[in-house]
């Protein structure tokens, strides 16, 4: 273990071991500063190397022959994730990304024109934009929710727009990607459930969990939703190019699968026929890039090994702190509004550039993003700002390190 002189927050939820421990299995932290994990976490040291394992088995055996000997660990993909979300193996999906799983999921409603989308105004901005593609194409309509007071779904309008639209699709997005906002699924879980039991079985939800999977615990039994779509690569700290789709029980025993259905989601049965599978394979395609099946379950495992509760202590001391020395500094506004608040930081500064910002951080070995209206199009003109810089701290992290972001901050702007 190499030895690394730091500090950590008071009240801290991890001891200074066992962030020393943490940081020594993950060589990334020796390198930069790493406050992007909600573009894309650091992986841990094992989930690199279960996968250059597997890609090196691959040239010495061939790929076919390759995943076959491992049927058994990437088996273990769907325990881990069913454990993760609280599920059977029988409803979880491997996917490319959290798009591809949101995709799917969409493609599988029958819309009909005039159906509703009800959706929240921090949807993220590729599903807004299928939604419109929708409308486009189908005619469906796309109403939002609006926010509370203190932002946040307002749970008041929530509840009377679905008793009184009944959509076909009721879409939230847990964690936007530009705020600091965590909605208050649990609440909206529950007001769904009781317009289902009342009104509507031909409804459906559709949970965009991609920022909260790896920093929160997600309950699938509480968040009563439908569909729960969800990246590898950020909180969870797995590879890119990886996502996870939850689908009821409820989902797949009324039929709904992808439009494009492949080969390994269906069997063509007769040459004008195929026979869906029953679970949640029928959301998946017939090719995987192997190596990353494996790194997803490593790094699942591995949260679930520190635990997501615990996780979830340290993000948000680290994220206060964060917010709470930033609203110090003069000309920035930290943006960031929500009965209840998560791991992303976003802030501006007034008569700044934001790539000059990101840039000087960058050359400081800080890794933060620059977002911009067009990625949240409804928040960004509710806040009236043009840009806002986004950091995303984990519970690797030390307060050092926060520390020196935030000097590194005051000496930019
Ligand atoms: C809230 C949210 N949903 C969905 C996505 C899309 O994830 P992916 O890039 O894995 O498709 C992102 C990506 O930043 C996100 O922040």
Redo the contacts with the bound molecule.
Sequence with gaps: MHNENFTIPVGSIFSKAEIAKLRSETRGVQNVIHFNN??SGLMPDIVTQVQLDHIALEANIGGYEASALRAEAVQEFYTQTALLFNCKLTNIAFTA????S?TRALSSIPFKQGDIILTDKDD?V??QIQFLSLQKRFGIKIVHINNAPEGGVDLGDLEEKLFKLKPKVLAI?H???NSGLAQPVKQIGHIYQKFVANQADQSWYIL?A??SAGQMKLDVQDLKCDFL?V?G??FLRGPRGT?MLYISDKALESGLEPLFIDMRGAEWTDKGSYKQQPDARRFEDWEFAYSTVLGTSAAIAYCRSIGEDRIRGQVKLLSGKMRKELEAIDRVRVLDRGPELAGLVTFTVGNSDPLLIVNELARRKINVVPSYRAFGLIDFDEKGVKWAIRASPHYYNTLDEVEGFIESVKEII
């Design positions: 909600a573009g990304s959290a798009t591809d949101y993220f590729s599903n997005t964690v936007p990607t965009d991609c920022q779509s990246t690569r950020k996502g």
